[in-house]
T-cell receptor, first 114, second 115 residues
Framework: RKEVEQDPGPFNVPEGATVAFNCTYSNSASQSFFWYRQDCRKEPKLLMSVYSSGNEDGRFTAQLNRASQYISLLIRDSKLSDSATYLCVVSLRPTTSGTYKYIFGTGTRLKVLA | GAVVSQHPSRVICKSGTSVKIECRSLDFQATTMFWYRQFPKKSLMLMATSNEGSKATYEQGVEKDKFLINHASLTLSTLTVTSAHPEDSSFYIC???????????FGPGTRLTVT
């Protein structure tokens, strides 16, 4: 089982639609959670951190369910510029003396159509 | 967020040669740097973690003698791909962070093509 799993998509949605992405992680010791956005042939860029209480940034809402080891991202009123790959990222510290590591999901491709 | 640069952004080399990629944190001191590799339509895979002044910790399946990592200062880490082969062609991305912090700042990546 992969440590971080995502539906690879692609999700093709019309402009203005609401789209939701899900992600599950296997390591219950995971400590921090993020959504990154990656455009073609570019580095990933932080979209938002994810907190247990849920958090919102404009059209983007992220949720974390630690009990179910599940993370979600909701995008409202999709724009053409939202077309990208969305990466679910989990941070964990392998040992008490180790360094935090990021584990990336495979990413979900989104294409917003005019 | 902090700024991380990589050089070169793109490199083409012949099979059997070695290639060095530099990763610099421009506005903060990075005690830890990470090297990732990403194949087309795949996710980022962590190759190794390097802490300034100590040996890098390699992930399972990554050959330390092939991918030499040096983190000699708090602002510079280098990855050398030795005796490159076409299957080493990939997008290599570094990130910089603090050992005790979960935050990482990513460089723009280096696209390596081995012919």
């Amino acid at each position: 089982r992969k440590e971080v799993e995502q539906d690879p998509g692609p999700f093709n949605v019309p402009e203005g639609a609401t789209v939701a992405f899900n992600c599950t992680y296997s390591n219950s010791a995971s400590q921090s959670f993020f959504w990154y956005r990656q455009d073609c042939r570019k580095e990933p860029k932080l979209l938002m951190s994810v907190y247990s209480s849920g958090n919102e940034d404009g059209r983007f809402t992220a949720q974390l369910n630690r009990a179910s080891q599940y993370i979600s991202l909701l995008i409202r009123d999709s724009k053409l510029s939202d077309s990208a790959t969305y990466l679910c990222v989990v941070s964990l510290r392998p040992t008490t003396s180790g360094t935090y590591k990021y584990i990336f999901g495979t990413g979900t491709r989104l294409k917003v159509l005019a | 967020g902090a700024v991380v640069s990589q050089h070169p952004s793109r490199v083409i080399c012949k099979s059997g040669t070695s290639v060095k990629i530099e990763c610099r944190s421009l506005d903060f001191q990075a005690t830890t740097m990470f090297w990732y590799r990403q194949f087309p339509k795949k996710s980022l895979m962590l190759m190794a973690t390097s802490n300034e002044g100590s040996k890098a910790t390699y992930e399972q399946g990554v050959e330390k003698d092939k991918f030499l990592i040096n983190h000699a200062s708090l602002t510079l880490s280098t990855l050398t791909v030795t005796s490159a082969h076409p299957e080493d062609s990939s997008f290599y991305i570094c990130s910089a962070g603090d050992r005790d912090s979960y935050e990482q700042y990513f460089g723009p990546g280096t696209r390596l093509t081995v012919t």
